[in-house]
């Protein structure tokens, strides 16, 4: 229920995501203090009632240490229901039609949208490497990462839990790919991508050993686990900047991935060594 209501009302708000997830949390808040009130005044807290409660608190505190993973799979298992009945248009797998692919009728064309859990097996992985066109036949067109749109992403775009990934096919192509997409790994043992994941934007500092290199020789994915999902220039905004684009001083760079791998490219960015502990060098290309 939180999740639903947050969802309904965040919805059209300028910043939506974080609004949602202050809305949801807020509500689980209330409710459990709710329940706490409630069993309060059903249960006396006097002699050996307060030692049961006392005693169901720990017992609740320790099936949660226990069972946590357990706990995140049936949430996220439980979220991408949600979100495919809340998702504008559409019921079940079936695609919504955009505006304007109305003309292309004959050629039974459909784009539908679906969120990644955040257990999600394709997480961390790659369009290449997903090869869902090659797999299912439909083509990712679109993806939305915190509120920004990376219209007609590059091979190499990693997704994330919590991307909206925008499909192009026929109905039962994008369904398909949606299910595949939506799919739940419980048994996946990487706490690294368990962390939260982030934007941030990290101002590029004077005298910063970045300074003229481009993306690729710096390779933040490959030596941070970063994504560079956007650069801020002045008045301009490069939105998923291509591997040839240079830092220049005074950019503020638009990064994605967790808190630790983001310190870490901060720190390199200021003169730190960051993950590494050699030097960068520049890659002859």
Same mark, same amino acid.
């Given at each position: 229920m939180a999740i639903l209501y947050s969802e309904v009302t965040a919805r059209g708000h300028a910043k939506e995501a974080k609004l949602r997830v202050f809305i949801e949390h807020g509500l689980k808040f209330i409710a459990g203090m709710g329940m706490f009130v409630w069993? %309060?005044?059903?249960?006396?807290?006097? %002699?050996? $009632? @307060?030692?049961?409660?006392?005693?169901?608190?720990?017992? $609740?505190?320790?099936?949660?240490?226990?069972? @946590? @993973?357990?706990?995140?799979?049936?949430?996220?298992?439980?979220? *991408?229901?949600?979100?495919?009945?809340?998702?504008p248009g559409t019921t079940g797998n079936s695609a919504t039609q955009a505006p304007w692919l109305s003309s292309r009728g004959e050629w039974n064309l459909a784009v539908m949208d679906c969120v990644l859990p955040d257990l999600a097996e394709c997480r961390g992985m790659s369009i290449r490497d997903l090869a869902l066109r090659t797999r299912l036949g439909a083509t990712i067109v679109g993806v939305e990462r915190q509120g920004y749109l990376i219209s007609l992403p590059n091979p190499q775009t990693q997704l994330f839990p919590r991307d909206k990934v925008l499909l192009m096919g026929t109905p039962e192509?994008? %369904?398909? $790919?949606?299910?595949?997409?939506?799919?739940?790994? *419980?048994?996946?043992?990487?706490? $690294?991508?368990?962390?939260?994941? @982030?934007?941030?934007k990290l101002p590029l500092p004077e005298g910063s050993q970045a300074l003229g290199l481009t993306l690729a020789e710096i390779a933040p994915s490959t030596r941070f686990g970063v994504q560079v999902a956007g650069i801020l220039r002045g008045e301009q905004k490069l939105l998923n900047p291509p591997a040839s684009e240079a830092l220049c001083a005074g950019d503020e760079i638009l990064c994605l991935g967790g808190s630790s791998q983001i310190a870490a490219f901060s720190k390199w960015l200021r003169g730190g060594q960051g993950l590494g502990s050699t030097p960068l060098v520049r890659l002859q290309l």
């Open positions: 069993l %309060g005044t059903v249960l006396p807290v006097e %002699g050996m $009632a @307060r030692g049961l409660m006392v005693l169901l608190a720990l017992v $609740a505190v320790i099936a949660i240490v226990v069972l @946590r @993973r357990k706990f995140i799979y049936w949430h996220s298992e439980v979220e *991408v229901e949600i979100m495919s009945i809340l998702a192509q994008v %369904g398909n $790919a949606s299910t595949f997409l939506q799919r739940v790994a *419980v048994d996946r043992q990487d706490d $690294a991508l368990l962390d939260e994941v @982030r934007i941030e």
